[in-house]
């Protein structure tokens, strides 16, 4: 047994925290746990740490630009987790307001086991934009 995993059912026996917290809590700790990696260079499914968002373009003079961004995941799975908080009215007023701009995305559906799905199935994705001497990536590192 590991010592975060004892550092929890400690607080557990000392009423610190519920049952169900830390359940929530050891469940968090099972799906961080890396599994063995099948082969070098690979990255392990479920362990990336960074959404990358890379584009290369040629400007209209010739000359290449590049945009880097890189977010890391564990800021995209708190805020899923965070969505837990939110009020209910809150979440169908936002979702009335995302709906009236275009947006149709339901934030009662944002859940962390869907962004878990996405990142396990985003090796990675090259996008076609409309210039053609650019290219645009996106992917988990």
Same mark, same amino acid.
């Given at each position: ?12 026996? !000392? ?47 010739? !000359? ?59 090796? !990675? ?15 988990? !590192?």
């Amino acid at each position: 047994m590991n010592e975060q995993r004892k550092d929890i059912l400690g607080m557990l026996a !000392e009423g610190k925290i519920t049952a169900e917290e830390a359940e929530q809590l050891i469940a968090a700790l099972e799906r961080d746990q890396s599994p063995p990696a099948s082969s070098i260079g690979t990255r392990p499914k479920g362990r990336a740490k960074y959404l990358r968002l890379m584009v290369d373009t040629i400007d209209e003079n010739g !000359e290449p630009g590049r945009i880097n961004v890189r977010v890391p995941l564990q800021l995209l799975r708190a805020g899923v987790q965070l969505t837990a908080l939110i009020p209910p009215q809150a979440l169908t007023a936002a979702n009335a307001k995302l709906d009236k701009s275009g947006v149709p995305f339901d934030l009662t559906q944002l859940k962390p086991e869907h962004l878990e799905a996405l990142v396990d199935h985003l090796d !990675e994705l090259t996008m076609e934009v409309d210039q053609p001497d650019a290219q645009v990536r996106v992917f988990c !590192e």
